[in-house]
């Protein structure tokens, strides 16, 4: 990247690969190269959209010279693999979740790329939405008062996911908590820390005997306890997620698993009025209900409160779903590519959110499975 060009190299390419690559290639002075890995039609459009005169094998694409970084969308058992043949040839790596199948794999990974002086992290881009800072936001300052317990809620659709599909074999997907619950995993690790699994189940659909359902409870400091859970079970128009934080003085509540709308509901002071206000500019606001002198007393977790008023928040829109993914992808890209001219930058997913995110999906993997009945139980 000497010349300032970024020439990206993509390792798999189905209609996610290439909506990725359409938001990549957006930032200034990137452009796509090579495709390497897969012959399925999707690939071929996508080389076709890009003018990609052939997909080639993946010796070859993370040999060229005239690749800078390599993007894997593979499925999860390929990812050790490929990233660490990339890395070994000078390559920078931005690989799909999860970073790999498990820690000794990451932490190959890691050790080729600090050997190297190259970046590999995982598509971990949930933090570089909005609403992800405004919900630190409101975590750090308190502003509803301290958290207490939160949920995620993913009724996933399953009905792109034919039963032969590689999601459902763990040998290459790693299971529902490794492929898909890695996401959440860093979104809460990032608000409160790291955690801790203390307790995780799964179902097994009858049917078919794959694993449908999951769902794991993990500590966050000495208080916090969030639960999560993934069901992939539903038709696509379905589909839905919902992620809540309860507070002291109110819960907040985050639709879709790429959040775009808020919804608050709160006991406030003028001053907590003000700061809900400025922290989401343009909200909707209502008021459910005024409290005047005596009645403004509360009292909650043996602790007296001053309430001016019982509050209704909406913020945000959800018909720009679609853009506001694009932007979080062309953030995240070019936030690792800012890194590769200054290491002195801050980047908000490093490599270690990929291990850490990893490690918390293989013990609730282990919990889990240790914890299944056996069929006649």
């Known amino acids: 990247m000497n010349d300032d060009k970024v020439r990206l190299g993509v390792i798999g390419c189905g209609g996610f690969g290439l909506f990725a690559l359409q938001h990549f290639t957006q930032i200034p002075d990137v452009e796509l190269v090579g495709m390497a890995g897969t012959h399925r039609e999707a690939a071929y459009a996508a080389a076709r959209r890009y003018g990609v005169p052939d997909i080639v094998d993946v010796e070859k694409l993370v ?4 690749v800078d970084v390599i993007y894997i969308s593979t499925p999860p058992f390929l990812h050790h693999q490929q990233a660490a043949a990339a890395l070994r040839h ?25 050997e190297k002086d190259r970046f ?5 881009m949930q933090r570089y939405n909005p609403l992800y800072e405004k919900i630190g936001t409101l975590i750090r300052e308190k502003i509803l008062g301290e958290l207490l ?9 399953d009905e792109g996911l034919a039963p032969e599909h590689w999601f459902w074999d763990p040998e290459k997907s790693g299971g529902i908590f490794i492929e898909h619950g890695v996401h959440f995993f860093d979104m809460f690790a990032g608000w409160l820390g790291e955690g801790n699994v203390v307790a995780a189940q799964r179902t097994i659909r009858p049917t078919t005997g794959v694993e449908e359902q999951v769902q794991c409870t993990v500590r966050y400091g000495p208080t916090v306890l969030v639960n999560y859970y993934h069901g ?19 819960d907040v509540t985050l639709h879709e698993w790429i959040p775009t709308r808020v919804r608050i509901h709160a006991i406030a ?25 005596a009645e403004r007393s509360a009292k909650a977790r043996h602790q007296s409160l001053d309430v001016y008023q019982q509050l209704d ?3 945000g829109d959800e018909t720009f779903k679609m853009h506001n993914y694009g932007l979080i992808l062309r953030n995240l890209f070019a936030d ?22 990893l490690a918390t999906a293989l013990e609730a993997t282990r919990l889990a499975r240790q914890e299944t009945p056996t069929p006649n139980r």
């Open 149 to 157: 317990h939160a949920y995620f809620e993913n009724y996933a659709a």
């Open 336 to 357: 690792q590519i800012a890194w590769t001219k200054d290491h002195s930058r801050q980047r908000k997913i490093t490599e270690e959110n990929g291990r850490t995110s």
């Open 90 to 114: 000078g390559k920078h790596v931005l690989v799909e979740k999860p970073l790999a199948m498990n820690l000794q794999q990451a932490d190959e990974m890691l050790a080729l790329a600090r």
């Open 120 to 124: 590999c992290v995982a598509n971990l």
């Open 232 to 250: 992939f079970t539903q038709p696509n128009r379905m589909d839905r997620q919902e992620m809540r934080f309860l507070f002291e003085r109110g």
């Open 269 to 293: 002071d003028e001053k907590g009025t003000r700061d809900l206000c400025e922290l989401f500019p343009g909200v909707a606001l209502d008021v459910r209900q005024w409290y005047h002198g």
């Open 313 to 315: 928040l909406r913020y």
């Open 63 to 66: 040999a060229q010279n005239d």
